[in-house]
C-alpha cells in the first residue's frame, strides 16, 4: 500500500466505507503494517479535528478480537476498502457527547 500524497483528503472514502459498513486497511503514522479497521463514526472534536471511531480487529494469539479504537483523520497514511462487511457494535451509541461537536456520517 502506497502512502497518500501530502494533503490528500480522506474524508469521502472514509464516508462510503461508513455508509457501505465495509472495514478498512489503514495505514498510520508509525505503523509498520496495515490495520483492519470497521469504521462507526466520522465526526468533528471539540479542537475541531477530524476523527474516525470504530473497531480494529485485533490477531491475538487465541484468535481475532475487536477493539474499540479512535483514530485522528490527520495520521491516516494510506487507506482502502476492503471486502469485509461487518455489523455495529450493538453498543454504539451516536448520541455519545464526544460527538457533539459535529457528525459527518455514522452507520
Known sequence: MQPAPAGFDFADMLRQAIHARAALLLRREGDDAERLFEPYILYRSRMGSLR??????????????RE?????????????????????????????????????CHV
Open 68 to 104: 474499540p479504537r479512535v483514530i485522528d483523520v490527520a495520521t491516516i497514511l494510506a487507506l482502502r476498502l476492503s471486502d469485509r462487511r461487518f455489523e455495529p457494535d450493538p453498543r454504539f451509541d451516536a448520541t455519545d457527547p464526544r460527538y457533539q461537536f459535529g457528525i459527518l
Open 52 to 65: 474516525l471511531a470504530g473497531q480494529e480487529l485485533v490477531q491475538g494469539v487465541t484468535g481475532a478480537r
